[in-house]
């Protein structure tokens, strides 16, 4: 498949299309290691006793941008990242909100 935009896989994984789903998460894993680097940062878990590690965060990230790929309107003339981020982030909070509910 040639390279396509965020929007474009969208609307492909939207319709069933497995490898667009497949190029939607590979072409955004920089930024979803970004995500999680910051947050493992500055909520120090590399010094808790959660048992978070980053790549946990990555995992659940990548479960929110697949959901949030699911729900995205092509039409509303919006950019997929702007719509997904709140949807990545919170996912990985509900993570480590479970850790500490946990503990």
């Known amino acids: 498949m040639k390279r396509r935009t965020n929007e ?52 659940e990230g990548s479960i929110g941008l697949l959901n949030a790929a699911a729900g995205f309107d092509t039409k509303r003339n919006m950019k997929f990242l702007t719509y997904a981020v709140p949807a990545i982030r919170n996912a990985m909070m509900d993570m480590v909100r479970d850790a500490f509910a946990a503990f």
């Open 8 to 59: 474009q896989l969208c609307a492909l994984a939207q319709k069933g299309n497995a490898e667009a789903r497949s190029l939607l998460l590979e072409q955004n894993m920089g930024f979803l290691h970004k995500t999680a680097g910051e947050l493992y940062r500055s909520m120090n878990l590399a010094q808790s006793d959660l048992y978070v590690d980053c790549d946990d965060l990555v995992q």
